[in-house]
């Protein structure tokens, strides 16, 4: 009995394991002005950044690229964030309708230290996310306006396929069973 009652407690820990695991995916894009028709702008109605795509990491190694790194966007209705597209040569193409930013100065100056953005993406092509349809892109441009770094990542929750439910509740039958079996 005592080994059913140990195997049930190791069964129920991995179940819940599973109940609760998530999925992670990033990739860190490094872009940086390589001539006079790139870079950042960056207005109170538009924020559009072309670059060039030069290194793609992720979970396991680090790629040279030459792609565009293109994010195109305009302010929403509501004044409040920007609609807009992002496109990684044809690694990635998406769309977003939240992106926001915010600049960080430098403690007690006017002198910009960098901004950071960040939007919810909607995957629309390109190899870089797989069956992924959307994700996150956060990001950081330097004071200059000439370096990027930005991260592309897909968090997703693990679906529970019916027949683990079932499984952990017959599990629960048996440690139910197995409890009234010792009492008695």
Same mark, same amino acid.
């Given at each position: 009995?005592?080994?059913?009652? %140990?195997?049930?407690?190791?069964? &129920? %820990? ?9 999925? %992670? ?24 950044? %072309?670059? /060039? ?8 190694? *680090?790629?040279?690229? *030459? ?14 964030? $920007?609609?807009?597209?992002? /496109?990684?040569?044809?690694?990635? /193409? ?6 926001? $930013?915010?600049?960080? $100065? ?6 910009? &230290? ?8 909607? $995957?629309?092509?390109?190899? &870089? ?7 996150? &892109? ?47």
């Amino acid at each position: 009995m005592k080994n059913w009652s %140990l195997l049930i407690k190791r069964v &129920l %820990l991995a179940g819940s394991c599973v109940l609760f695991s998530t999925v %992670l995916n990033a990739a860190t894009i490094e872009s940086y002005k390589t001539n006079d028709l790139e870079g950042v702008n960056l207005t109170s109605s538009i924020f559009d950044i %072309l670059l /060039t795509a030069n290194t793609i990491s992720g979970d396991v190694s *680090n790629i040279s690229i *030459n792609e565009t790194f293109d994010l195109q966007s305009g302010v929403n209705s509501d004044g409040t964030s $920007y609609t807009g597209t992002l /496109t990684i040569g044809s690694l990635l /193409t998406a769309s977003f309708e939240d992106l926001t $930013y915010s600049e960080i $100065y430098f403690p007690g100056t006017s002198t910009l &230290l960098s901004t950071n953005f960040d939007a919810t993406l909607t $995957y629309t092509g390109g190899s &870089l996310m797989g069956s992924y349809t959307g994700g996150l &892109l956060t990001g950081n441009i330097s004071a200059d306006l000439v370096n990027i770094n930005a991260t592309v990542a897909e968090v997703q929750v693990v679906p529970v396929p019916t027949a683990v439910w079932l499984f952990g509740s017959g599990l629960l039958g048996l440690a139910g069973i197995a409890r009234r079996k010792k009492l008695a």
